[in-house]
């Protein structure tokens, strides 16, 4: 079999979140420290992730200082200032559950703000009111139910 065509870039790592920065309007970077085991010893590492300012409005609930994180990205990289290549993560996914990074998330993501409103999958929940026109539309479409089945009764 030919492997030359395929491709993968998908990455999953977890740890403990370091350090949140908010960089631009586009992203949110932040550090995770997790594990890294050699021979003689453990020791701790950060890793650097880059996370859509939406995806991270999505998943806020899992953005705080001391929280085990599990994410799912792809790997990215770029040269800084000084001509030198610079790894990153491009996160698509976060958890506080294994299974929904390994497995896939099973239901929305569903969050409360702080002012009580519902988020689902990032959206507030909010409800608004009609409009003049669309209270008289919807008025004329109870009136026009309520005679069909007048009709019908008689």
């Not at 998908?10 to 550090?31: A, C, K, L, P």
């Not at 599990?70 to 294994?98: C, Q």
């Not at 497995?103 to 929305?108: I, L």
């Amino acid at each position: 079999m030919n492997y030359e065509h395929i491709d993968y870039n998908e990455v999953t790592v977890s740890g403990i979140i370091s350090n949140i920065t908010d960089t631009n309007d586009m992203y949110i970077r932040f550090s995770i420290m997790h594990k890294k085991h050699t021979k003689d010893a453990t020791k701790s590492i950060y890793v650097s992730l880059s996370i859509l300012r939406g995806l991270y409005n999505k998943f806020l609930d899992y953005f705080y200082k001391g929280n085990k994180v599990f994410i799912k990205g792809y790997l990215n990289s770029y040269l800084d200032k000084n001509n030198e290549h610079k790894s990153y993560i491009s996160v698509t996914s976060v958890s506080d559950n294994p299974k929904d990074i390994i497995d896939g998330r099973k239901g929305p993501n569903i969050r409360y703000d702080s002012d009580g409103v519902m988020v689902w999958n990032g959206k507030r929940c909010e409800s608004e009111y009609m409009s003049e026109k669309e209270k008289l539309d919807f008025e004329r479409e109870i009136s026009e139910i309520i005679k069909e089945i007048d009709d019908v009764r008689s």
